[in-house]
């Protein structure tokens, strides 16, 4: 089964930027979904935004559209989540997904990477 890696999380100050990667093991399929969640403590992990490879299907959460961009490079085989103006609310472990459909729900993704804590703070 493939294996999701993230990176790039830490501690960043308020209104400041970070960038995660995420890195399947090997190549998916093509009609592969690539999502972030994040879970801050003492809440239910939430859909942050999915992307297939190709780029062309992208959703965000309502809330974080404008503020988070995800990516995908395909030649790279890996998928990005550009995050600026960050919030203290923004901090949480966010995680990279896969699926096989286009789904904002927690439940439909069943292969998970192991989280990246993202801490936004003076």
């Known amino acids: 089964q493939v294996q999701l890696a993230e990176s790039g999380g830490g501690l960043v100050q308020p209104g400041g930027s970070l960038r995660l990667a995420c890195a399947p093991s090997r190549r998916t399929l093509s009609t592969t979904v690539m999502a972030w969640f994040r879970q801050a403590p003492g809440k239910e992990r939430e859909f942050v935004a999915y992307i297939n490879w190709t780029g062309r299907n992208v959703a965000y959460a309502h809330s974080l559209e404008g503020r988070f961009t995800i990516s995908a490079d395909s030649a790279k085989n890996t998928v990005y989540l550009q995050m600026n103006t960050l919030k203290p609310e923004d901090t949480a472990v966010y995680y990279c997904?896969?699926?096989?459909?286009?789904?904002?729900?927690?439940?439909?993704?069943?292969?998970w990477g192991q989280g990246t804590q993202i801490s936004v703070s003076s």
């Open positions: 997904a896969a699926t096989a459909g286009y789904s904002r729900d927690v439940n439909q993704y069943r292969t």
